[in-house]
């Protein structure tokens, strides 16, 4: 039977550090894979590169597709010998691959929070709506760490708060606490595509008057939030602990994601006792970690 009419996929989906992105890759074709695609580990936007440049975000999701009657248990205790978190090994229906991959909808994320794409019609009545462009790819809503803040975002909308968005990419969780009621956010990036991005989607959305778009080091020293989100990536909310626990007042809220499950007991005991930590919310192998400020 040729593979591509096999009955039936399996999809493997892995994380790991771009400097073993190629070696990986390569591994999974020599096992079979018949074809292997890499996202963002922390749903950075794709933004434009810079000229001749090839860019590779620092922790990465790979997936492979294999036939349906592929053996995954040896290649799986390969990957795990190797310390790679596997995320995801099931079988999956077949169906038109490149008509899913064009396949943009507005997403509901709880309460009257939607994000929808382009110029699409309103999702529904009394919708909170945050409108971003399809094209970006990543920054949407679509992948797990920014689904799991847009979902606590709608269970507790920052009504007069003030928010931090460290780390804002696309601007998609700023403009979200901007449309469900915050008095002010400021949206932190060290990129800045990613400041002009957020610039872009605030005015698009109507937000933009309440909303400062600045490089982390240009937040005014007294700024202190009620609430500080930052969906970045676990090393990265190990260092920036201090910063954060700095901008947040007592009291705060701080919501964290980016990580895998494998790293949460990290991330936590960075910023435990000053924070007092909710349950963990999991989400295809995605953490996020919510709290409030002693």
């Known amino acids: 039977m040729d593979k591509a009419a096999a009955p039936g ?3 493997l989906e892995i994380a790991l550090t771009a400097d073993r992105h190629e070696a990986t890759c390569a591994l999974l074709e020599a096992a079979g894979a018949l074809a292997v695609s890499s996202t963002d580990a922390a749903d950075r936007p794709v933004l434009e590169p810079p000229p001749g440049s090839t860019p590779l975000w620092p922790t990465l999701v790979v997936s492979a597709l294999f036939d349906g009657d592929y053996d995954p248990a040896p290649l799986r205790a390969l990957l795990v010998a190797a310390g790679v978190d596997v995320l995801r090994c099931a079988p999956v229906a077949e169906q038109d691959w490149a008509r899913v991959g064009q396949d943009v909808q507005a997403r509901h994320f709880g309460g009257a929070l939607w994000v929808v794409p382009g110029d699409a019609p309103d999702p529904a009545p009394g919708a909170v709506i945050v409108r971003l462009d399809a094209g970006l790819g990543f920054g949407t809503g679509a992948h797990p760490t920014t689904a799991l803040c847009l979902r606590w975002l709608a269970a507790h909308p920052p009504l007069d708060a003030d928010v931090i968005d460290w780390g804002c990419g696309s601007g998609i969780l700023a403009v979200a606490a901007a449309r469900l009621g915050a008095r002010h956010v400021w949206a932190l990036d060290i990129d800045p595509q990613a400041l002009t991005a957020t610039r872009d989607n605030a005015r698009r959305n109507g937000v933009a008057e309440r909303i400062d778009v600045l490089a982390p080091d240009e937040l005014p020293a ?12 676990a090393p990265v909310l190990v260092a920036l602990a201090p910063r954060l626990l700095g901008a947040l007042r007592p009291g705060g809220a701080l919501l964290l994601s980016g990580l ?5 007991a990290e991330v936590v005991s960075a910023f435990e006792p000053a924070v007092r930590f909710d349950e963990p919310v999991i989400d295809q192998g995605w953490v996020s970690l919510s709290g409030t400020r002693q």
């Open 9 to 11: 996929w399996l999809m």
């Open 260 to 264: 895998l499950q494998s790293q949460a």
């Open 222 to 233: 007294p700024v202190r939030a009620d609430v500080v989100i930052a969906n970045i990536l």
